[in-house]
Antibody, heavy 121, light 110 residues
Framework: QVQVVQSGAVVKKPGASVKVSCKASGYTFTSYGITWVRQAPGQGLEWMGW????????NYAQNLQGRVAMTIDTSTTTAYLDLKSLRSDDTAVYYC??????????????WGQGTLVTVSS | QSALTQPASVSGSPGQSITISCTGTSSDVGSYNLVSWYQHHPGNAPKVIIY???KRPSGVSNRFSGSKSGNTASLTISGLLAEDEADYYC??????????FGGGTKLTVL
């Protein structure tokens, strides 16, 4: 069965960097992409970006350009989210999800359990 | 890319039907039938309940239905149950292979 498991909660200081992992199993990893979504306290879901597990191509949300990087390790079927120069408003639950998007269909069908990243001095 | 527009909250009594709208632009919702809807119970991961604007994934109750007209997509939940109380988000494919979420709608079952 498909499973998506994320790394645990972390606390970081402002200006630091964070790396969140997302281990996928139960399907052909390179046949899908991974999308990252975050939810700040009391706020809605925010699309952060997408990475192809096949090619490593990425698309990032405009407001995160320059601070975010998404990578893939196909040998361990794991996706990674790196976010640098952390600010207090980066405090959020970060989710990864299997991205089943083609030219005719697009949805996020399997989600990780979420990783709480707290940015605090 | 601006967030899609959803009502902040809707409510209904058990057994009733409610509809949540999701308004985008001709660049996202209006250009693609690639609208999906997610149910999110706080503390849990979101769950897809509608994709391609009108389709239900296997295992999702047929009480959930979706539609789209022009730049607006809609989610209808019929026969409301207490367990439907959750946050609901629409999401659209957008140009250059990006995605955009709606601001979310809190459903209260009275």
């Amino acid at each position: 069965q498909v499973q998506v498991v994320q790394s645990g909660a972390v606390v970081k200081k402002p200006g630091a960097s964070v790396k969140v992992s997302c281990k996928a199993s139960g399907y052909t990893f390179t046949s899908y992409g991974i999308t990252w979504v975050r939810q700040a306290p009391g706020q809605g879901l925010e699309w952060m970006g997408w990475i192809s597990a096949y090619s490593g191509n990425t698309n990032y949300a405009q407001n995160l350009q320059g601070r975010v990087a998404m990578t893939i390790d196909t040998s361990t079927t794991t996706a990674y989210l790196d976010l640098k120069s952390l600010r207090s408003d980066d405090t959020a639950v970060y989710y990864c999800a299997r991205d089943s998007c083609t030219s005719t269909s697009c949805y996020l069908d399997y989600w990780g359990q979420g990783t709480l990243v707290t940015v605090s001095s | 890319q601006s967030a899609l527009t959803q009502p902040a909250s809707v409510s209904g009594s058990p057994g009733q039907s409610i509809t949540i709208s999701c308004t985008g632009t001709s660049s996202d919702v209006g250009s693609y039938n690639l609208v999906s809807w997610y149910q999110h119970h706080p503390g849990n991961a979101p769950k897809v309940i509608i994709y391609e604007a009108t389709k239900r994934p296997s295992g999702v109750s047929n009480r959930f239905s979706g539609s789209k007209s022009g730049n607006t997509a809609s989610l209808t939940i019929s026969g409301l149950l207490a367990e439907d109380e959750a946050d609901y988000y629409c999401c659209s494919y957008a140009p250059t292979n990006t995605r955009v979420f709606g601001g979310g709608t809190k459903l209260t079952v009275l």
